[in-house]
């Protein structure tokens, strides 16, 4: 057995080379080709992009695999980003604050409120501040909550809870009040000075030779529509040199005064130990070296995408992918690039060590089994394998989640758990989805 256990690790490091050499202080190389290829087709990921910055200079990019099927990405490959739209926009936010035409701590309600809460006197509290650090009290998006409306759940300030809907808020309260469209506040404060020529929402002049469309977890693209919306929160279009030298920007000083660049890194709400949020990136602490990261992903429909900066060492990757499984890949790259990328996703996805795995007895495991539908209309499927279940669907990885109690099951590396609950006047099960121990979704079992 000994000897089987060290074959295996002396193939495991001429496969993968040596893990004490990836260690090394500061190191930070895209890692080989050949397993940046054989992660794409293992997740079915058509394809990544990836830019390196070292010493606060782009060292590195690279483009890998397909837009779609028979059309190789280019290394101006065009991709959706999704949520890493929302830093940019508080870079923006912040830009008009350092000038002192915008306040961090102005109530929004003088600019705009939102219908669904003019009779909620929380409104009147709500402030740019809360809505970048991710305080306001919304869900992510209103689609997701009981009412179909935008409410408080929580008085703004008090914690954390992401929200898209807080980014949206914000956006139309800007544009009331320079009296111009979020995009061209954008392009005028952000893209122009910083050349980023390839950074646009949706329009006629998008090359679509060049565009890296959606793709599921079984590699098959989505017949999405084109975002043509748009949003301080989601849909941005960029490039990997383009968001490179956002974080290039970012990590020496986003043009802010010193005062206003530690409110931006400093951590305004805590997500788990070690992992907050700033204002409009998060902020993981604690790394070795005495460095700190700021960092932002992006998840929608056959998105998958992150980038981490060290302002501290000048260091920093991007990695974007266009399709649902592209998490699996951009975690594989940043922790064979980064001497410490395994430290800072651990602190950005897990937080803790996971539960034990139990075992059940495949009937118990067979009671989940179904099709449940989303608030939005999109369907998870939940399968059993061996003792665990599989779920997938459109829109989200297809994962495997192992059982920490008869009705709760985790993902491995991540903070994501699902609980089973049958609901006896309705006879069926619905499936409560929390996330950093947060429930995020309620779903019901529909078949």
Known sequence: MRMLKSLSLLFLIIYFGNPLKAQEKNKIELCSQEKIQFWLKENNVPAVGIGIIENGVLKNIKVFGELQKNLPAPVNTIFNIASQTKPIVAMLTLKLVESGQWSLDEPLYKYWVDPDVLNDSLHKKLTTRHVLSHQTGFVNWRINHPSKKLTFDFEPGTQYQYSGEGFEYLRI????????????????????????????????????NRFARWHDAQGNEYETPYQTTVSAADDLLTTIEDYCKVGMYAMNGAGLSSTLFNEMIKPQAMVKNHSYYGLGWGVVKDLPNGEYAIHHGGSDMGVRTMAIFLPQSKRGIVVM????????????????SIDIGKDILDYINKGSDSPDIVTLPDEVIERYVGSYMQPNGRVIRVAKEHNAIKVSGDGIPTALLFPESENKFFIQDFNVQLEFIRNELEQAFHMLIYENGIEIMDIKKIQ
Not at 189 to 203: A, C, N, Q
């Open 321 to 336: 992918t266009n399709g649902d499984n592209g998490m699996f890949v951009f975690n594989n790259i940043i922790k064979e």
């Open 173 to 208: 309260a800007l544009e009331i009040k320079f009296n111009n469209p979020l995009e061209k506040l954008l392009d005028s404060i952000i893209f122009t000075p910083l050349g980023m020529k390839d950074t646009r929402y949706w329009d006629e002049n998008i090359d679509l």
